[in-house]
């Protein structure tokens, strides 16, 4: 794909009738995306930093000590939160998991404390969240219609969901459930590259855990098509449309790059290195199926694994 086409993917017209959209989590990997295509559209992005704003757009404020520049949200479209420390950044310590915890549950209640007071509240508020809301479950198949899981990634989802609507009714609120992002500029895939094109790499565990994955211009898309259609919300899963086992996901990788995948990673020594979450990232099996996305009529640009991992290397 050319650059120009994939700019034109992520500047599709739904946006254009967005006038000013509030981006929290601008500085990370989706965040800066979505800027992009949102400023592409003729759209004006008010960026919330937890520093003093050093340009005009861009709003401070301080979840922690629940400060927040109220005035200049006020009469915005939309509110895009996509905030929150990296789940895959260390073992999860109960000091670590707190501090997850509180990187989503504080900055969301704040947003939908100060939505619900507001004099012109947004038409939107989409938080983010994750398909670790629904645990470890094997081959079921999972939409938007499944039970949360059991253990921490689940709980942390649940209560992040929870935080976000608290801005009801005073907007649509949509919680978008986002799987594993392909892009080489960030994420989990970009740890895999090194490795992988050493030839030292392989499936993880037994490999037959389902990987819910999604390019990072379909995430942006999603994110636009959700802003321009008030007839969706509550959870919508960001996943592509496959969802495909770890050993499969594998041997695509590395036949793209032309490397072996022949040295596996035992669920034990990842146990043994990463704790609790070498079993809720790595070695669980999430086979989530973007239902509400088909059925409002998103077209996906990276419809198959292959697909998508050309697409995030930038490969013909």
Aim: with cysteine.
């Amino acid at each position: 794909m050319s650059p120009s086409d994939a700019d034109s993917r992520l500047s599709p017209h739904p946006a254009q009738a967005i006038q000013r959209v509030v981006l929290a989590g601008a500085s990370g990997l989706i965040g800066r995306a979505l800027a992009d295509a949102l400023r592409r559209s003729g759209v004006e992005v008010l960026k919330l930093v937890r520093r003093p704003a050093e340009t005009p757009d861009e709003v401070a404020w301080q979840p922690e000590t629940g400060q927040i520049h109220a005035e200049r949200i006020d009469g915005a479209a939309a509110i895009v939160h996509l905030g929150g420390e990296s789940i895959a950044s260390g073992r999860w310590t109960p000091k670590r998991k707190r501090q997850l915890i509180d990187s989503r549950i504080r900055t969301t209640e704040l947003l939908s404390e100060t939505i619900r007071r507001a004099a012109h509240p947004p038409r939107t508020f989409v938080c983010a969240s994750a398909i670790g809301f629904y645990g470890d479950r094997g081959a079921e198949l999972l939409d938007e219609r499944s039970p949360a899981g059991n253990g921490f990634l689940p709980e942390l989802c649940t209560a992040w969901e929870s935080a976000a609507q608290r801005a009801a009714p005073a907007t649509r609120v949509v919680s978008a459930r986002i799987g594993i992002v392909l892009s080489r500029e960030g994420g989990a895939l970009r740890n895999m590259l090194t490795p992988f094109r050493l030839g030292v790499a392989g499936r993880l565990g037994h490999g037959t855990q389902f990987m819910s994955w999604i390019v990072l211009s379909d995430v942006v898309r999603a994110v636009l098509h959700i802003l321009d259609r008030p007839d969706i919300r509550g959870a919508v899963n960001l996943t592509g449309p496959e969802p495909v086992p770890n050993a499969e996901f594998t041997r695509t990788l590395a036949r793209l790059l032309r490397r072996p995948a022949i040295l596996p990673a035992p669920a034990f020594a990842l146990r043994m290195v990463l704790g609790e979450l070498a079993d809720a990232l790595l070695l669980a099996s999430t086979r989530v199926l973007p239902t509400v996305l088909l059925q409002s009529g998103f077209c996906f640009g990276a419809s198959t694994v292959e697909a998508g991992l050309r697409e995030a290397l930038a490969f013909p």
